[in-house]
């Protein structure tokens, strides 16, 4: 295996750490807190290792294969996150490592999962930090990376390829570097818009800018105790709407980008998208209906949670876990099938959860007319036998990991909804599930070993599970152990 | 919008539909160039492989049809290449982008029917280029033959200036002597010696630089004054009278076509009844051998021990290389081996093969030859632009339009860029190889040859 290009990338991740861990000290800066000297440290920690990474011996094969490109992400996001949890540990404001590696990981990935028992006592500076690594983590640092880096050569859509969601992912422009930029400008001016309009709705400015980090990268981590709950009406709204977007496929808004609106509307997996959000909102609204003052009160709340749990972001504006058990199943339905393919959400994916039902279909089909050919449609042309092989596996993959987690943290002997919900919730990236773990409650009361099986299901939902779990295959283990990328390093 | 400004400062926005030998190498070349490269085909697997090897975009699907060219963006590329197995295919491709989009394009045309009509077709479909790679390499070839001693004959200036090169022996006149000595002798008269090859390096030399025994020199000269320079340093300038080729396919009808041409007695060796027949149609003067020139017995039984050039031409790389080898074993014949796959080039230099020649990449070669002519022409004078020894070094024409500090100066007044030197001057179809007192006059074509890379117009040469 090509260790030294794999030594190089995660030298070039660090770096970018190092410079994006400068903005929570300038707001250090603004809110005049201490807590930015400890950022202001790592930062320079994590520059000069990156540095020596990169620096220390160029790398005579610059190619990354599917393999190096797999292990480079998986190492990046891991090393990413060890770092990015520092400065909570350092400066104190969560008690041990492993609680700030949790919610570091849960921050990178975009599950919005937290151990705090009151998010309101941390420091600005590190509430920022938080949430910018939603923002971070929801597009992917690697796809920043070869927005900025030149690396030479076509060999890096394998990277792109290891950390966007979906089951096949194309570029937008001839050029992966472009193509990178184009998804990184579009996210950026998206999130502006949205701290735009939150600051119309008169929301204080850090709280805007924050929660807009949140939702650009379908996250969840919020800045009050009360999550969303006690925002305007308006300010639920536009999450609301923000939340959705951002669980679009980014190909779709390169249509709109182009001038093409009929074509966003076409694009097979918004329509379904758009029309599982709409017929849940509807039917969990009749369900409810009665809980709230007013059916616009009810439509709000139903709306935001609907939003918030497909596109996997966690904020809530009410507590789901007082709703009638047909509403409670139906959310943590829609926390399996996840947003679009392409976008910053989590989950099993739209286009995926449809592909899987049009087997069923012509499967049943088969049944009928046992001769009969039929080629699965998807986005008006034929699915490659390839791509079904791959979503089969990916939806076995996901549920024997979910599995064997389910059945080790079920050695807690918490009840079963706790229980099942958790792993629902941190291995589709979502946040909260029900019970303990509910909007209101959190993961602090489980124990470091569950919580290291979150962790791993976490970034196994991010990175959709096989770049992580390349990394635990006896070769690849061996090669990385024992080439002398450790040795170079020391 | 951020993306549009980008594309254009790095180059240009080009659709290649077919990614056979010829496209994969296109790819590569212009990918590396830095332009936006996107690719159709019918085949997903080809596209997978050729995406995950390159920076280019892939589009499955029929590269005549509008809508895959729509979804491939052809309202906003400049350049469209088809290059699929078939002419017909790729002349329709051609046909339809035109339609679709203000682009320049080329198409791979191979039938012998179609090639009589080259020039009909471009003008009448509006083709900037059609590229045959038997063809192209079929003259290559009978360049090579009708100068037996070269390693390889390059031509320029529409085949007015041939770029030579030879390899010089030991005790060869030349040997341990620079250039100014040699040019006071009066060798290099109407020749230039352009670039030295030695130990894997490209020189380009200057006055007092020292030709050794075993360089590979290229030198520039009128198509006549090649032969006269080649006697003049006691080389053997006849060119070979017979030649043999194995196998009577596509590129061996061009190669025995052109040969012919120069007067060749020329003898094909062809396993196919039907085939044969079609080719004694076709060519009446050559002589059709209806047998398998695999077989030892049949080659020795045509003479391959005393022809002049021997020419394995079949549709397997391994077998015209292993046929090659053969010759050079039984027999003093000038043998040209004809890669069509570019896999282990480096070991293929290493064997005794004679004069290797490698379609695609003279195909692609002159793609990227009018690709970077065309991106140069927004802002520069270029006429063309030719990649020469594996394009460690480039010999560039450059048209002079307009006076400036080079124009009307005699040379030797010029302080030339190091690693550069005039080759020469096209002057109306006069081609001058330049001496000291010689000037650039404005209308002039003048083609330099450097190592340095970048340049845009004449006054660059300036140091």
Redesign the interface.
């Known amino acids: 295996m090509n260790s030294s290009i794999i030594r190089v990338v995660l030298g070039h991740v660090l770096k970018i750490e190092a410079a994006f861990m400068l903005l929570p000290c300038l707001i250090a800066v603004i809110y005049g807190e201490e807590e930015g000297f400890v950022y202001l440290a790592v930062a320079g920690g994590c520059a000069v290792i990156g540095t020596l990474m990169t620096q220390i011996k160029k790398p005579k094969d610059s190619s990354l294969y ?1 393999k190096e490109g797999c292990v480079a992400t998986a190492l990046s996001w891991i090393f990413l996150s060890a770092f990015g949890a520092l400065p909570f540990w350092i400066t104190g404001e969560i008690a041990s490592y492993e609680d700030s590696l949790f919610e570091t990981i849960s921050g990178f990935t975009t599950t919005g999962a937290t151990i705090l028992l009151d998010v309101e006592a941390l420091s600005h500076t590190s509430l920022f930090w938080r949430s910018f690594t939603h923002w971070l983590g929801g597009m992917g640092v690697l796809v920043f990376l070869l927005a900025i880096i030149p690396l030479s ?6 990277l792109m390829r290891a950390e966007s969601p979906g089951p096949s992912v ?2 937008l ?6 193509s990178a ?2 998804l990184y ?1 579009i996210y950026f001016f998206m999130t502006v818009l949205e701290i735009l309009l939150l600051l119309c709705g008169g929301m204080n400015p850090f709280h805007a800018v924050t929660l807009s980090m949140g939702t650009a990268g379908t996250g969840g981590f919020g800045v009050l105790n009360s999550s969303i709950a006690d925002y305007s009406a308006y300010c639920q709204w536009v999450i609301t709407v923000f939340m959705i977007l951002f669980g679009v496929n980014f190909n779709a808004f390169y249509f709109i ?1 182009l001038g093409k609106i009929k074509k966003f509307f076409s694009v097979e997996e918004v329509r379904w998208y758009l029309g599982i959000i709409a017929s849940a909102i509807a039917l969990i609204t009749i369900n409810i209906y009665g809980t709230y003052t007013s059916i616009w009160e009810t439509l709000r709340h139903v709306s935001f949670q609907v939003a918030s749990v497909i596109t996997t972001t966690g904020y809530s504006t009410a507590d789901f876990n007082t709703w009638p058990m047909f509403s409670k199943v139906m959310l943590v339905s829609l926390m399996f099938v996840g947003a679009c393919a392409g976008s910053t959400g989590g989950g099993i994916k739209v286009s995926r959860i449809v592909i899987m039902l049009k087997t069923v279909k012509k499967e049943l089909n088969n049944y009928i007319h046992p001769k009969s050919i039929k080629k699965i449609m998807f986005e008006e042309k034929a699915v ?1 036998h390839e791509v079904l092989r791959a979503i089969n596996v990916y939806f076995i993959t996901f549920v024997a990991l979910y599995a064997a987690s389910f059945i080790i943290v079920s050695l807690e002997n918490y009840d079963f909804t706790t229980t099942f919900t958790s792993v629902v919730a941190t291995m589709n990236n979502i946040g909260p599930g029900l019970e303990m773990v509910g909007p209101s409650g959190n993961f602090a009361f489980w124990n470091p070993i569950s919580k290291l099986v979150f962790m791993v299901d976490m970034l196994a939902g991010r990175l959709e599970l096989f770049p992580l779990l390349i990394l635990f295959s006896p070769k690849v283990l061996k090669d990385l152990l024992f080439s002398n990328f450790i040795k170079r390093r020391s | ?3 549009k400004k ?2 254009e400062k790095s180059g240009m ?1 080009i659709i290649i539909v077919g990614c056979g030998k010829v496209g994969a190498t296109l790819i590569e070349q212009l ?1 590396q160039e830095g332009h ?3 690719i159709i085909d019918l085949n ?1 697997k080809k596209i997978e492989a050729i ?7 892939g589009v499955v699907g029929n590269g005549a049809s509008y809508s895959t060219q729509l979804e491939a963006g052809i309202e906003k590329a400049d350049l469209f290449i088809a290059v699929t197995n078939s002419d017909e295919l790729n002349l329709l491709c051609c046909t339809v982008a035109k339609r679709a989009g203000s682009l320049a394009a080329i198409a791979r045309v191979r039938t012998p029917d179609y090639i009589k009509e080259v020039d009909y077709f471009s003008e009448k479909l509006g083709l900037a280029m059609i590229i045959n790679p038997d063809f192209v390499s079929s003259r290559v070839m009978a360049r090579i033959l009708t100068l037996p001693t070269a390693l390889n004959v390059t031509s320029f200036a529409h085949g007015r200036v041939n770029l030579v090169r030879i390899e010089i022996p030991d005790d060869n006149v030349l040997c341990n002597r620079n250039i100014a000595e040699i040019g006071r002798d009066g060798i290099t008269e109407r020749t230039v010696i352009c670039a030295i090859e030695r130990d894997g390096n490209v020189f380009i030399p200057s006055g007092e630089f020292i030709i050794k025994a075993g360089d590979i020199v290229s030198f520039a000269a009128a198509q006549k004054e090649s032969r006269v320079f080649l006697k003049k340093i006691g080389f053997k300038t006849n060119q070979v009278k017979s030649c043999i080729i194995v196998g009577g396919g596509r590129a061996g009808y061009y190669a025995a076509d052109q040969l012919l041409k120069a007067g060749m007695d020329v003898r094909i060796i062809e396993i196919d009844q039907a085939r044969c027949e079609r080719l004694s149609e076709l060519l009446p003067d050559a002589t059709i051998i209806h047998a398998d020139g695999t077989d030892e017995e049949v080659l020795k039984e045509e003479g391959i021990e005393d022809v002049g050039a021997f020419i394995p031409l079949t549709g397997i790389d391994e077998e015209n290389v292993l046929l090659s080898l053969h010759a050079k074993h039984v027999s003093k014949a000038k043998v040209i081996t004809r890669i069509t796959r570019n896999n282990f080039k480096e070991v293929i230099t290493e064997l005794d093969l004679g004069s290797v020649i490698y379609p695609k990449y003279i195909t692609s070669d002159a793609i990227i030859a009018y690709v970077r002519a065309k991106n140069n022409s927004k802002d520069s004078n270029i006429e063309t632009l030719y990649p020469m020894l594996d394009s460690r070094a480039e010999a560039i024409e450059f048209k002079v339009e307009k006076e400036s500090e080079v124009v009307n100066v005699p040379l030797f007044k010029l302080s030339l860029k190091k690693d550069l030197l005039i080759a020469f001057i096209n002057r109306n179809g006069k081609i001058i190889i330049p001496k000291g007192q010689d000037s650039i006059q404005v209308g002039d074509s003048v083609m330099i040859v450097t190592t340095h890379t970048g340049f845009n117009d004449i006054q660059d040469i300036l140091a």
């Open positions: 599917l050569g076509g060999s890096n859509i394998n194309g570029k422009v001839p050029k992966i570097k472009s930029r184009i400008v980008m490659e | 919008m951020f993306k980008d594309a926005n990918t936006d490269i996107t997903s995406t995950n090897t390159y920076d280019a975009m």
